[in-house]
């Protein structure tokens, strides 16, 4: 029997810095080498990266440990190797939005979504919307509120991160 999980999640965060100072941040590569050093990923390499003034493209692979369950150690492997491609384009409104797609090589799983910056005042709110699709035999849907912690912690660990890179550039 195979369960297919989809899962969807959307967080916001504001940060404290103007536009133009999250733009520098998102379109500066080490500042996403920072972030998933602090996050504890491995053997992070940068596959490519274009930029412009108005946008990024930007291929990043590295290891990530997550804890695995053991009913799901079968299915998902405590390591994974994972591809994440990150495009963002500052629009002429002033605002900025993005796509993001994360391949997890050798897992029953495909993320995707999107990022938009807008202004709000003195702050700059920062939404990430996610889409996760799990293809895996029987556990499907025990494995659900699991992904969505991790997803949660992730995302909770990328506004913190964003907001020390903010604090110290």
């Not at 969807?8 to 050093?37: G, N």
């Not at 804890?67 to 150690?73: G, K, N, T």
């Not at 807008?118 to 996610?130: A, K, M, N, P, Q």
Request: hydrophobic share 35%; with cysteine; charged share 30%.
């Amino acid at each position: 029997i195979r369960q297919d999980l989809s899962m969807h999640l959307t967080m916001s965060h504001d940060l404290d810095a103007s536009m133009e100072r999250c733009w520098k941040m998102f379109v500066d590569p080490q500042s996403h080498i920072a972030k998933f050093t602090a996050m504890g990923h491995r053997e992070i390499e940068i596959i490519e990266c274009e930029t412009s003034d108005d946008r990024i493209r930007l291929v990043i692979e590295r290891l990530v440990d997550a804890d695995i369950p053991s009913f799901a150690r079968r299915v998902f492997q405590p390591t994974n190797r994972v591809r994440s491609v990150d495009e963002w384009f500052r629009r002429e409104d002033g605002t900025c939005d993005g796509t993001f797609d994360l391949e997890f090589k050798g897992a029953p799983v495909e993320s995707s979504g999107t990022t938009q910056l807008s202004c709000d005042g003195s702050l700059t709110r920062y939404v990430i919307d996610v889409e996760v699709d799990v293809r895996v035999p029987v556990i499907g849907r025990r494995v659900s509120p699991i992904a969505r912690g991790i997803l949660e912690q992730q995302l909770t660990a990328e506004f913190r991160l964003a907001d020390e890179w903010l604090s110290t550039h």
